[in-house]
């Protein structure tokens, strides 16, 4: 996307919502809107037309719809807003010095890089706080996910992928495939701000000089490399490089979110969606249970947080139209336990199953003393291996930055594979929490898989692996969390071919919990894109005129 045409999208209603949120952040308020004067009275509306849960890619698409559809809406998100600067007049602590804002109330943090030299000189002890990323653990499997205002658009690296269409229909067999990639992924590129690194700049440039090492490796094993687009603006990144821009992505920031830079849904769906001025967001709110009134209305009960964790309150809500944009986590979890606790009986049996990783495993090579990866890495990958088309052995693997401000002759990455793999959510009465089935064995076959591809770099390079990035002395693959949780309400299974939940009228589903474990690339474009494609459906056939 050019920056004429980004400029061109900062609409009054841009510019108002994101005068909101600076507003809102401002004086410490917990909603967010327009009316922002009685934003610190958390008590002042208890019902809507429509409520939204979440404030991730599905959320945010449905918030902005519903806005501009004129439906007085309601966003509830249990991450705080992130728009306030901390004592080093920063809102974000770069990956390297972590501090309290980084972890959601954790007192250490949990980075997917354990060890480095197997020295524990990775991860920090931090203050108790809300902070901006989580790492939700299962038993065989941990997830991370972002919490606040904009969900994981806030900690993720930005690359805005779009699938194969092969593969998409392959996933999706019930939908309009032209449809999707002719209107509803161009819709979602251009509201998230998509562009594409300069080609020039990238071969001179020495922040990416770690992902040309690894292209050259890459290739010499025969195998294909592929740019892609990212959400992070590479003219605002060039002028980090000049000098001329404070520095964000080329100052080691990116999992515990971006200062400068990176096109986070807080500055683009969501910003429009509140200046449409029907739209208020309610930070720090767990909704914790959903039912039905008996005049089919919905009810959810939600507990507000503090910035200690302690449950200050607890609220109800009542809506027409609820959608649930909570994440595949979240989502799953409401339901799951709406469904076993009789307050959703009708909910279908699929609701709960259908859940991967989408292949992840992340992993590192040893390079040459003579193939320098540089100092200097940018934390916004631009580059992937690309062998899905290997129907044998199907990879997708992003070229990650591994930014110490040192040389360290290290080449990360995190594959996505064609795992097959999937695992469902049980509730867990004791707890009221839910359980996940995924186990180590099912996570083997997408090690197995990375192997492969790996073996084949290694063998054409005579490098080898690096055992000393997590935790252990003999692991290799890190196969135990992922970046990219997906299903638990599977399109046209536990919904129609929209996201309208089964048995639950007026309930849509609209996040990564529609996808069914696997999409080969990083989802989010994918989500936005079927969030608009739901959202369209609904505003034309199911909400009153």
Request: aromatic share 10%.
């Amino acid at each position: 996307m050019t920056a004429n045409l980004m400029q061109r999208q900062l609409t009054r209603r841009h510019i108002l919502g994101m005068a909101a949120l600076q507003t809102a952040a401002a004086y410490g308020f917990t909603r967010v809107g327009l009316g922002s004067a009685h934003a610190a009275e958390p008590d002042a509306v208890d019902s809507a037309p429509a409520v939204v849960v979440g404030s991730g890619y599905g959320g945010a698409v449905a918030a902005l719809r519903l806005g501009q559809a004129g439906i007085r809406t309601l966003v509830l998100e249990m991450g705080g807003l992130w728009n306030t600067p901390g004592p080093d007049g920063k809102v974000f602590c770069s990956t390297n010095a972590p501090d309290h804002r980084s972890m959601w109330f954790r007192t250490r943090t949990e980075a997917p890089l354990a060890t480095f030299l197997w020295l524990d000189v990775v991860n920090r002890d931090i203050g108790l706080h809300p902070g901006v990323l989580d790492r939700v653990h299962f038993a065989d499997m941990s997830v991370y996910v972002g919490r606040g205002v904009g969900g994981g658009s806030l900690v993720n690296g930005g690359m805005a992928v779009t699938p194969p269409a092969s593969y998409f229909a392959e996933q999706f067999p019930t939908v309009d495939v032209t449809e999707m990639y002719r209107t509803y992924f161009p819709r979602a590129r251009s509201m998230l701000g998509v562009n594409n690194v300069d080609p020039a700049w990238f071969e001179s440039t020495d922040w990416y000089r770690f992902t040309r090492v690894s292209r050259a490796h890459a290739q010499k094993a025969g195998l294909r490399t592929t740019f892609v687009p990212n959400v992070y603006d590479f003219g605002y990144m060039r002028r980090e490089e000049a000098g001329t821009a404070t520095k964000s992505a080329l100052a080691g920031e990116v999992i515990y979110g971006n200062n400068h830079g990176k096109r986070s849904l807080d500055k683009t769906y969501l910003a429009a969606a509140l200046g449409t001025g029907n739209v208020t967001i309610h930070t720090l709110e767990k909704v914790r249970a959903i039912s039905r009134a008996p005049d089919g209305t919905y009810v959810l009960t939600a507990d507000r947080i503090d910035t200690t964790g302690k449950v200050v309150g607890t609220k109800q809500y009542g809506c027409t139209y609820l959608f649930l944009g909570g994440g595949s986590l979240g989502t799953s979890e409401l339901l799951v336990r709406a469904r076993e606790t009789g307050t959703l009986p009708a909910l279908d049996a699929s609701v709960g199953a259908g859940w991967g990783t989408n292949g992840n495993v992340m992993l590192g090579r040893a390079n040459h003393l003579w193939d320098t990866v540089g100092a200097h890495q940018s934390t916004m990958p631009v580059m992937g291996i690309d062998d899905w088309a290997n129907t044998a052995n199907p990879v997708f693997a992003e070229i990650a930055p591994l930014p110490t401000g040192l040389e360290h002759w290290v080449s990360l990455y995190l594959a996505i594979t064609k795992n097959p793999q999937r695992a469902s959510f049980t509730y867990d009465s004791a707890t009221g929490g839910v359980r996940l089935g995924w186990t180590a064995a099912q996570s083997a076959v997408s090690v197995a898989m990375a192997k492969k591809l790996f073996d084949r770099i290694n063998a054409a390079n005579a490098t080898i692996y690096r055992y000393d990035l997590f935790g252990s002395s003999s692991k290799v693959f890190a196969d135990d969390f992922t970046y990219h949780p997906l299903g638990g309400c599977v399109l046209g299974r536990a919904t129609d071919d929209y996201g309208r939940v089964k048995g639950c009228p007026r309930l849509y589903v609209v996040d990564g919990s529609l996808v069914p474990g696997s999409i080969g690339v990083n989802p989010f474009v994918t989500i936005t894109a079927l969030a608009e494609r739901t959202m369209a459906r609904v505003l034309a056939e199911d909400t009153a005129p």
